[in-house]
C-alpha cells in the first residue's frame, strides 16, 4: 500500500472528467486500498481518484465515527435525488483549510460496483449523501468551492498560492 499524492486546487487536473472503469481487476482493487490509506492518513472522510490524478470514476468514502465503515465506489451514479435539499459546511482534500457551506440534495439513491465488481444500490442522507454528492463531482472535474462565488472563488485561489509559495520557500 502507499500514500497517494493528492492534488491542490487550483490545479488543472482536478478538471478532468473520469473515465468509467472498464474492469474491476487487481490494478483497480490496488488503487483502491492505497486511495483508502491515503483518505485515512490525510484526514478525510472521502476521496476521489481525480484527485490523485488518477482520472477512473474511483470513489472511497468513510463517514463513521470510528473509520471502520469504507465503502467503495466503482463507476458510481446517482439515480435519483430528493427535490428536499440540505447546506451542509464542506471542506476537501485538495482545498486544505477551506471550508463554506453548499447545499445538495437531501437524499440519494447510489448504483455503483464494489469491489468485487458487483453492482450494489443504496440510499444516502446526511454526510453520507452530502459526500457521495462531493465526490462524484471530482469525477466530473468539478471542485465544491465551484459552488461559491466568483469573489469567494479568487480569494481562495490567492490563498491556496500565497501557502504553496511559503511551503517552497521554508
Known sequence: MALL???RYPDPRLHKVA???QAV?????????DMAETMYDAPGVGLAATQVDVHERVVVIDVSEDSNDLRVLINPEIIWKS?????YEEGCL???GIYDEVERAARIRVRTLNQEGQTV???AEGLLAV???HELDHLMGKVFVEYLSSLKQNRIKTRLRK?????MKA
Not at 26 to 32: A, G, K, N, P
Open 5 to 7: 499524492p493528492i492534488l
Open 19 to 21: 473515465k468509467p472503469v
Open 25 to 33: 481487476d487487481d490494478r483497480i482493487r490496488t488503487l483502491v486500498r
Open 83 to 87: 427535490e428536499e435539499t440540505q447546506v
Open 94 to 96: 485538495s482545498v486544505p
Open 121 to 123: 444500490e443504496f440510499d
Open 131 to 133: 459526500c457521495v454528492q
Open 163 to 167: 501557502q504553496e509559495r511559503e511551503a
